[in-house]
């Protein structure tokens, strides 16, 4: 690790200077964080000269991590590094392409993309990547279209690089080899698949939809009748409904009892204390929680074990959970859901 650089990217800033404490007390590693210049209560941002310095750090060694929010995806010179880490997936082509190009600049580079089994990033690595690809299909297809275009006379003849020049090309690209990490199990590759755009998306659309039926039913689960009557009033098909129980059971997310009702896998792997939860305000990097009525906890990213959907303003659910302090603030840790009560 002393030579190699790495960028790690997340989308919030209390989620990198964790990641920074961590990553601190691994031998080898000189980490720090990268952040924007809006500073809030606790949390101080970084002006134009320490942005500057810790570039200058970076690119002559004294750090060799740095973990940055969206502020590193552009308009700023960082050098580039061996390899870049999505903490979690993002949906956004446009930001997975910048973040992608931040290595592979001058010889082989690497991205690693972190996702949480059974949860929403599985559908937010899915859309990044099909997006992705889709962008990169049109530029190429643009592209052709321009040479063409500007083409006067007849093509050049072709000059291909002697053996030589190939043996001294050997082991560099200007593209990142990826690797996908899905936590909690075994790590595992997806590949998307060439399927029509808007099937995928009617599927997508139905994965959200279903799994958010079956935490409303709670332990109860959910009938295939009357989801098939739910999901046609939404313009969802009937093959597109079985595609996406069956991608759902796949990826764990909910389970078929033995009377033929659908359950979301966290009723089955929930450990606390069954709260009632109410979101009573989003800010950067948490949300402010109403429990039972009774307490106001602070809820995390990483404290989170459920579908990002739920995560809005005055949204109801019950879940296991456990209430913890530290730093004399009081957080909660959701496990899983039971049930959403909007």
Request: charged share 30%; aromatic share 6%; hydrophobic share 35%.
């Amino acid at each position: 690790m002393c030579n190699a650089r790495a960028l790690v990217f997340t989308q919030y800033r209390d989620t990198a200077s964790h990641l920074v404490e961590l990553l601190s007390r691994v031998p080898g590693v000189r980490v720090d964080r990268f952040v924007g210049q809006a500073s809030r209560p606790a949390d101080e941002g970084l002006t134009q000269d320490e942005q500057a310095e810790r570039i200058r750090m970076l690119r002559e060694g004294e750090l060799n991590v740095l973990v940055a929010t969206s502020i590193a995806e552009e308009g700023l010179d960082i050098p580039a590094v061996d390899h870049v880490v999505f903490y979690e997936p993002i949906p956004n082509e446009i930001r997975y392409i910048q973040r992608r190009g931040r290595t592979g600049r001058r010889a082989a580079g690497k991205v690693t993309i972190l996702a949480a089994e059974g949860t929403m990033d599985i559908a937010y690595l899915r859309a990044g990547r099909r997006r992705a690809e889709r962008m990169k299909r049109m530029v190429e297809s643009l592209n052709s279209k321009l040479r063409e275009a500007v083409r006067r006379g007849p093509r050049p003849p072709p000059n291909p690089l002697i053996p030589a020049e190939l043996r001294t090309l050997d082991g560099k690209t200007d593209q990142a080899s990826s690797e996908i990490y899905i936590l909690d199990d075994e790590p595992e590759i997806f590949i998307i698949e060439d399927d029509d755009d808007k099937s995928k998306k009617a599927v997508e659309k139905a994965v959200i939809s279903l799994y958010s039926k079956t935490l409303e039913r709670g332990a109860a689960g959910a009938g295939m009748e009357r989801l098939a009557f739910e999901t046609e009033r939404e313009g969802i098909s009937s093959s597109t409904l079985k595609t996406a129980i069956e991608k759902l059971i796949k990826d764990r997310m909910i389970t078929e009892s033995a009377s033929g009702r659908y359950l979301a896998t966290s009723l089955l792997k929930s450990t606390g204390n069954i709260h009632e939860i109410k979101v009573d305000k989003i800010q950067r990097g948490c949300a402010v929680v109403n429990v039972d009525d009774t307490w106001s906890a602070m809820l995390t990213p990483e404290d989170y074990d459920g579908p990002r959907n739920l995560i809005k303003k005055n949204s109801r659910f019950r879940a296991s959970s456990k209430l913890y302090s530290f730093q004399g603030y009081l957080y909660i840790r959701v496990n899983g859901i039971i049930e959403t009560l909007n």
